[in-house]
């Protein structure tokens, strides 16, 4: 039932300061409605997270908030009044779903309900911009991606720094002849907050039946995300995991996870509720090296760079002397570039398939990854994994 499903989700991101497919036309706006009008976003649920989002819809000229629904009233006035002047409030999400006003429906609900909010949209030919990971498991996510398939409307998945242009920028220097084939991806995304006893008695992101996935979903699908990124969109041929870390329910509070490729190619990672505040990120190729510090938010609104390393041997080897070249750029508002980028597919009325794939791609590593973590850390390939689950 709609007022109960809620919980919205706390996403860490939240609270811390080729071409498409042709498929076919979308629906785009309601019937006696101009085209050129701002795309018109509802939102279900009043977290964090979420106000980051309508932060982000305001900062974007063809977009804006039209309602807001959560499991009480009061709180979705509330919301409104401190995130989304002027938006209508909902007290049952299912109200704002069929509000003929709303174009995008943008989910930030717990993990463990996500999915079903996603098929309940797109059954109301509602576009999509969910929160991650997209559900529990690898079939729960494939269902929800099918549904907004069907029904012709856009999904995407909310993973800001997709949508930087320092990405660009950081493939042209991994494609780069000096750089060399890649062969290992080092990443890691940490926050302190599980060493508070409150937080970590009370917070959704410690509950198993609310995000079962815990560090590895809230945390780990960055890493994840940016380790495909970074080889192509090439899928590893099995993972590892191990669960260091866990909650008496088994949610996995720190963890470790290996990727591993062929022709002795690999990814690792970490990510953990109980470490210092880490988001880091190194590209080895045979030559140099890319690094950065703030992959997944960055540390400024002014500027963003990344470096270009490359080490030699000194004579005799008395010292190791590197090169190091920096690469900036101007800043940007990323979780307002997603908006942006979300907001021109839907007015151009043709869907973008290659958000969906990439979403299932990583949420299906994901869950081979939590296969693993609860099975010791054996070796699991994505995708056949379903004797495990």
Same mark, same amino acid.
């Given at each position: ?6 919980g ?44 980051k ?6 900062e ?11 499991r ?14 002027g ?13 003929p ?7 930030? =609900?717990?993990? +463990? @309900?996500? /999915?079903?909010?996603? #098929?309940k ?5 509602? !576009? ?19 549904a ?15 949508h930087?242009?320092?990405l ?16 290992h ?18 917070d959704?992101?410690m ?16 890493? =994840?995300?940016? +380790? @495909?990124w /970074?080889?192509?969109? #090439? ?6 995991? !191990? ?25 690792t ?10 988001q880091?990120?190194q590209?080895?190729g ?17 500027g ?18 590197k090169?190091?070249s ?26 973008d ?37």
């Amino acid at each position: 039932q709609a007022g109960v499903a809620s919980g919205s989700h706390a996403s860490t991101v939240g609270l811390l300061p080729g071409s498409p497919k042709a498929l076919p036309t979308m629906p785009t706006a309601p019937p006696n409605t101009a085209s050129d009008r701002p795309v018109r976003w509802g939102v279900l649920g009043c977290a964090g997270i979420a106000a980051k989002v309508c932060h982000g819809i305001a900062e974007t000229p063809n977009a804006e908030v039209v309602a807001v629904a959560s499991r009480s009233m009061d709180r979705a006035k509330a919301f409104v009044e401190a995130h989304a002047k002027g938006a209508k409030a909902y007290d049952t999400y299912e109200a704002l779903i069929a509000d003929p006003e709303v174009q995008v429906v943008y989910i930030p =609900v717990l993990t +463990s @309900l996500r /999915a079903g909010w996603v #098929e309940k949209a797109a059954a109301a030919k509602k !576009h999509v911009l969910s929160e991650k990971p997209l559900a529990a498991n690898y079939a729960d996510a494939e269902k929800a991606v099918k549904a907004c398939r069907d029904h012709q409307v856009q999904f995407m998945d909310d993973t800001m720094f997709m949508h930087h242009p320092r990405l660009a920028e950081m493939r042209k220097a991994i494609d780069a002849e000096g750089f060399g084939k890649v062969k290992h991806v080092v990443s890691c995304f940490t926050i302190p907050f599980g060493n508070d006893p409150s937080w970590a008695s009370s917070d959704i992101r410690m509950k198993a039946d609310a995000e079962p996935l815990g560090a590895l979903g809230d945390l780990g699908w960055y890493c =994840v995300r940016f +380790s @495909l990124w /970074a080889f192509g969109w #090439e899928f590893p041929e099995d993972v590892s995991c !191990h669960y260091f870390e866990t909650t008496s329910e088994g949610v996995p509070i720190t963890l470790h996870c290996v990727m591993r490729y062929s022709e002795g190619r690999s990814a690792t990672f970490d990510a953990s509720f109980k470490c210092s505040l880490r988001q880091s990120v190194q590209v080895v190729g045979e030559n140099q090296s890319l690094t950065l510090d703030d992959f997944v938010v960055n540390q400024s609104l002014d500027g963003s760079s990344f470096f270009v390393e490359q080490g030699s041997i000194a004579d005799r080897a008395l010292t190791f002397p590197k090169t190091s070249s920096e690469k900036t750029m101007d800043g940007c508002i990323q979780h307002a570039k997603v908006i942006e980028t979300f907001c021109g597919i839907v007015q151009r009325g043709a869907m973008d398939d290659e958000w969906s794939k990439k979403a299932l791609d990583t949420q299906k590593i994901l869950y081979a990854c939590h296969l693993s973590g609860t099975n010791g850390g054996a070796w699991v390939k994505p995708g056949a994994d379903a004797a495990m689950a």
